[in-house]
């Protein structure tokens, strides 16, 4: 049980760095993203590519980083992922999101998500074969913690659930202490009063793009190197991550942060209880139980 | 365009034209094509391999001279693991490209709604590789097949009662098996249990590994949590290779049982040959005859590695069985005509041919002169009882270097022995 | 020329069946603002539950309970409406987003508890032994398929004019009253509750009814008949064609369909012998970029919903879509 429980936080870490970024997108342009977690996907695909030009290029960068399976190569690539993600994100607004939000409805967003999602899966899946890849072939073996209760970690896994918690703490600061977080903020909160006050539109919505874009690689590579990497991560990923969204609340960005954690650690306590079959339903019923409780999510709000 | 230039362009033209009879030799006389129809899931991971395969089984006919004296094509069209999708593609090969005979599906849950409501109303005899399900045999028993279904996938109970007989040769005291949350997983998954059971060995979980979870991690907790001594996987690469990374990495056993579905380049790769010193696959087998590695040999010409992974060598036989029985039916033969003469090419007591060009080739003047021929084929001797199901005889495998080896055969009366004892 | 026909017919009474769903989801969200992301859980219980109730016995799962045939397909719709009823209840208070999600989850575990459940539904191999009715009278040809689809079209027909009378009933303007401001209508003394739960469950009946047919075309139901992809595929329908329009959802459903399927078959037939291989994966992207394409060409949809003057001056669009550019 106690082993679940860990697993599900260190599962949970790289859910709330997806579901941060899709809150941010959801309750600015207030529509569901279903192709938010294809940015993951092309997160981990970028620095995997970088990861073997940078290991090309300087040999020594190959080495890894302490007990963990992470390259300098890799560290490095994953600057460079989110780089590539945030452009990504952004070049994808521009190209629909920012065309269909002119002309349509929150539902017609919702459906040009689903068709991006489907043109970027099968893309990566031209590009690099529909086959499983990996950053490294080793397998990092699990520490032993505590023989009993039986209690194992791998080095890799608190290394992620570490940065990410580092990422959030910098987001947050960027978000309450600096004058593009309070312009963010107030964007969410009203976009027309925002305009008035003089904060510009649209360079908020690219920046919450870039920002959504960059947060997604940094889950895609940490997803990527505690796991696997396929076309499919964003099929894979797409409904934990929207789980976690949702169980928070949509627009808060600690509702984000905790409904990783409780949705990933609530997948792994699951499976004590329930035949192993069951499990895809799980995030789901989570879902169901905080919304009977409460219908905006544990830190959602009630829109006008 | 200058008199020179034209002068050059015939000569060019010629040296093609002479190049191509050279290459294709009695394909030249080809100036007819028939169609087969196609319907495999390409846009999957472990599908398009599949469909690769068949394709190739097409080709080699096509350089051995073709069916009946015509180039065979093989339109193919995507299932996407959808159901509707493929009953309309199978149902439009039929009757818009007129094909009699439709190879497909993988899934069982799409293989059966084109068997009931596109092949068997229209007389189209259909070949699955893969279709697993126990479905299709009630459904042929109950004769609502019309004799027009055949599979080459040997129904999952020869490999459970093998991969039982591995952890009781190994000594296993207890065994999780692991298997994919499909038709054929749920299948074999319960069948090894049982089988295992039957030895004597105890069962400490089994644990159902769904499709498309970000992560396995739960399930291997839950599995190791028994203690097993060893673990049985029938799960294919993609879901196996994280499965198996994270068994690994919790210090779970070394000692594997795994399904022929995980005979794989990619799987044995990313998991890394060390960790897969005790792991013991199982298979359905070719014959004992030397001329069974021609298929082998020909798929590494192809394709530069050798033919593991789910439903290669099944979809082989599947491709090559249709084609024979295309042959032995005549010019033109309706479906319900090749379905009937598939006796005719898996006939026990008929002249052996191996499973390439060359076997084509020798089993068309046999069928020509109105004999019979057994194929012995990618995945063994296949031979379809009255469903359209096939037994065969079995291998035990384990990973090398380069590929696969075989560690030991198991006759087709020796699992029919296994099957006795264990029931 | 023949077997062209007797490919329409086949193509016709798939799309037919979809359009029948497509209008059960054009109430609820056309006309009430439900945003049910389940469509497939009401889908498949009209498909199992016909099977079951109209199916022959079975050694292995539940069926056999051999009823005739309109009354096994009243009682899998019959089944659907329950689901929803329980379903309604528990979540349509949730706001849109919400209620997607919710809806979407449930499902998820619909198509979960068939895969698992095999004494309920046979598991992932499917549920057989069902025998398609009258086969005596039409055989199982072309013959048979041709009646199928006067059956199938006879029932959209029904639908289709059942819904145009209840939109255009004071029933139907309440429904677009709690859909444009619920506060005013409630304030007229209207319960919105419950009216959205009548819609809600009267909409998944009819999405019932199409999984019921489509069951009884295949003879054959298995968990991979409701994957989520087709709630995608039946919305798709319903935006392309314009949700709020019958015409359009029944439109849209034959087009949708038409493009899905139309693109495979292009692809096969003139996409090079070395691309085939990949053209699953080009048939995705064509896909995708067609709906893309589509959402911005017409994002209200091909037909899209006829405001009458009464409704005219309420915004339809949220709030802020208008000045986010």
């Known amino acids: 049980m106690i082993q679940n429980l860990a697993d599900g936080i260190l599962v949970g870490s790289v859910l709330s760095l997806g579901a941060i970024g899709l809150t941010l997108v959801m309750h600015m342009l207030r529509f569901a993203n279903f192709s938010h977690a294809e940015l993951l996907s092309i997160g981990a695909y970028a620095a995997l590519v970088f990861d073997a030009v940078f290991a090309a290029i300087l040999p020594p960068l190959a080495a890894k980083i302490g007990p963990l399976s992470m390259t300098w190569a890799l560290a490095l690539a994953l600057l460079a992922a989110i780089a590539i993600t945030g452009a990504s994100a952004l070049l994808i607004d521009r190209l629909v999101f920012r065309r269909v939000r002119s002309k349509g409805s929150e539902l017609s967003m919702v459906f040009a998500s689903f068709g991006v999602a489907m043109i970027v899966r099968n893309v990566t899946g031209l590009l690099f074969g529909l086959g499983t890849q990996l950053y490294s072939r080793d397998i990092v073996f699990a520490v032993v913690v505590s023989r009993d209760p039986l209690l194992l970690i791998k080095p890799d896994q608190v290394f992620v659930l570490a940065a990410a918690l580092l990422v959030m703490v910098a987001l947050h600061l960027v978000l309450t202490r600096t004058t593009l977080g309070f312009a963010l903020r107030a964007v969410a909160e009203n976009p027309t009063l925002a305009q008035v006050n003089g904060v510009n539109l649209g360079r908020m919505i690219a920046l919450v793009w870039v920002l959504g874009g960059g947060l997604a690689a940094i889950a895609g590579v940490f997803y990527g190197l505690t796991n696997q990497i396929s076309p499919m991560i964003g099929r894979d990923l797409v409904l934990p991550v929207f789980a976690a969204t949702i169980v928070g609340g949509i627009g808060s960005v600690y509702g984000a942060v905790l409904g990783g954690f409780i949705v990933g650690v609530a997948a792994n306590v699951a499976l004590a209880v329930l035949p192993s079959g069951y499990s895809p339903s799980v995030p789901f019923l989570i879902i169901l139980a905080v919304l009977l409780v409460r219908p905006n999510g544990l830190f959602g709000e009630a829109r006008a | ?423 | 020329m023949i077997g062209f026909i007797s490919y329409a017919v086949f193509f016709s009474t798939v799309a037919s069946i979809l359009a029948i769903a497509v209008l059960g989801l054009n109430l609820q969200w056309g006309f009430t603002g439900l945003f049910n992301g389940g469509v497939v859980a009401f889908f498949g219980a009209g498909a199992y539950g016909t099977l079951i109730l109209g199916g022959t016995p079975q050694a292995d799962h539940l069926g056999g309970f051999g009823l005739i045939y309109p009354l096994a397909l009243a009682g899998g719709a019959a089944v659907a409406g329950l689901l929803a009823w329980v379903v309604g209840i528990l979540t349509l208070r949730l706001r849109q987003d919400y209620l997607a999600i919710a809806t979407f989850g449930i499902a998820v575990t619909f198509e979960n508890v068939m895969r698992n459940a095999e004494a309920l539904s046979g598991g992932a191999k499917g549920f057989r032994g069902f025998e398609r009715p009258l086969r005596d009278l039409f055989g199982d040809g072309f013959g048979y398929n041709l009646a199928f689809f006067c059956f199938v079209l006879a029932l959209l027909v029904g639908v289709f004019l059942f819904l145009e009378r209840l939109v255009r009933s004071p029933f139907g303007r309440l429904l677009r009253a709690i859909r444009e401001d619920e506060d005013a209508a409630r304030s007229l003394g209207k319960s919105p509750a419950r009216v959205r739960l009548v819609s809600f469950v009267t909409g998944s009946v009819i999405i019932g009814l199409a999984g019921g047919l489509y069951a009884t075309f295949y003879a054959f139901i298995s968990p991979q008949d409701v994957l989520p992809t087709l709630t995608f595929q039946i919305w798709a329908m319903l935006i392309v064609g314009g949700a709020g329009n019958n015409r359009g959802a029944v439109f849209g459903a034959f087009l949708i369909w038409g493009g899905w399927t139309s693109s495979g078959w292009a692809l096969s037939r003139f996409a090079p012998v070395e691309a085939q291989l990949y053209t699953g994966s080009i048939q995705y992207i064509l896909i995708g970029s067609i709906i893309v394409t589509m959402l911005l060409w017409r994002p209200q949809g091909l037909l899209p919903e006829r405001l009458v003057i009464s409704q005219a001056g309420q915004p339809r669009k949220p709030r802020t879509t208008g000045s986010m550019t």
């Not at chain 2, 080809?30 to 690769?52: F, M, R």
């Not at chain 2, 009882?385 to 198991?410: H, R």
């Open chain 2, 1 to 423: 365009m200058t008199a020179l230039n034209i002068k050059r362009g015939g000569r060019i033209a010629l040296a093609v034209a002479l190049a191509t009879t050279a290459l294709t030799g009695a394909a030249a006389a080809q100036d007819c094509t028939t169609k087969i129809g196609a319907v495999l899931p390409t846009s999957v991971d472990w599908g398009k391999p599949i469909a690769e395969t068949a394709q190739f089984v097409v080709d080699q006919v096509n350089e051995a001279g073709g069916v009946q004296g015509c180039k065979i094509e093989m339109v193919l069209r995507d299932t996407q693991v959808d159901p509707k999708v493929g009953v309309d593609a199978a149902k439009a090969l039929v009757d818009l490209d007129g094909v009699q005979v439709l190879l497909g599906a993988v899934s069982s849950g799409v293989s059966m709604p084109i068997l009931t409501s596109v092949t068997v109303p229209a007389g189209v005899a259909q070949f699955s590789c893969c279709s697993s399900s126990g479905a299709f045999t009630t459904l042929a028993e109950e004769g609502k097949t019309k004799g027009l279904w055949f599979r080459t996938f040997a129904t999952s109970n020869v490999q459970a009662l093998v991969g039982a007989k591995v952890a009781k040769d190994q000594g296993y005291k207890s065994v999780a098996v692991l298997y994919k949350n499909d038709d054929w997983g749920q299948d074999i998954g319960k069948l090894v249990a049982q089988h295992l059971e039957a030895q004597g060995i105890t069962v400490t979980a089994t644990v159902a590994i769904n499709d498309a979870q970000p992560s396995y991690r739960a399930e291997v907790t839950d599995a190791i949590a028994g203690q097993p001594e060893a673990i049985y996987l029938a799960l294919y690469p993609t879901e196996g290779i994280s499965v198996v990374r994270e068994w690994l990495s919790l210090g779970g056993s070394q000692n594997m049982i795994l399904a022929n579905s995980l005979k794989s380049d990619e799987f044995r790769d990313a998991v890394g040959l060390q960790y897969l010193g005790s792991a013991h696959g199982t298979d359905t087998s070719s014959p004992r005859v030397e001329s069974a590695d021609a298929f082998v040999a020909r798929y590494k010409e192809r394709f530069g590695s050798e033919p593991n992974g789910p439903g290669l060598s099944n979809s082989y036989d599947a491709t090559m069985i249709a084609l024979l029985a295309m042959e032995a039916a005549g010019k033109d033969a309706k479906g319900s005509e090749v379905a009937a003469a598939v006796a005719r090419v898996t006939d026990p007591a008929g002249t052996p041919v191996t499973a390439d060009a060359a076997g084509f080739t020798a089993a068309r003047d046999v069928l020509a002169g109105g004999g019979t021929v057994l194929y012995q084929g990618a995945t063994g001797n296949v031979r379809f009882d009255e469903n359209g199901d096939v037994s065969a005889p079995a291998v035990i495998w384990s990973f090398t270097e380069s590929g696969t080896q075989e560690d030991s055969y198991i006759s087709l009366e020796e699992v029919d022995a296994l099957a006795g004892a264990g029931n």
